[in-house]
């Protein structure tokens, strides 16, 4: 079993930058690729980045990339999404995930709670 919470959601005016944490426990951190997901009110569960296991390797959505970026820190067993430039449409619940595969958007088998990100115009 891996748990995961997420922290570090609030309000932001548009344009401004906020910083998502997500702290692993359980089994070994760096066994697990880790993303980044968010979910709209009224919408489905969006993919938004990934990062591999040892934090060489990241990839994002169109609608994120160069405002959006993932990292880890393995010796803090954490995970980070910083995001700049921030839009409304960016307003969401944002969960972390764990995967043992990178580079799939599905195969995520462990989810934390949530954090909500709500961008104001």
């Known amino acids: 079993q891996v748990q995961l919470v997420e922290s570090g959601g609030g309000l932001v005016q548009a344009g401004g930058s906020l910083r998502l944490s997500c702290a692993a426990s359980?089994?070994?951190?760096?066994?697990?690729?880790m993303g980044w997901f968010r979910q709209a009110s009224g919408k489905e569960r969006e993919f938004v980045g990934a990062?591999?296991?040892?934090?060489?390797?990241?990839y994002y959505a169109d609608s994120v990339k160069g405002r959006f970026t993932i990292s880890r820190d393995n010796g803090k067993n954490t995970v980070y999404l910083q995001m700049n430039s921030l839009k409304p449409e960016d307003t969401a619940a944002y969960y972390c995930g764990a995967s043992q595969t990178f580079g799939s958007k599905s195969a995520y088998g462990y989810w934390g709670q949530g954090t909500q990100v709500t961008v104001s115009s």
């Open positions: 359980g089994r070994t951190f760096s066994n697990y690729a």
């Open positions: 990062i591999n296991w040892y934090g060489t390797r990241t």
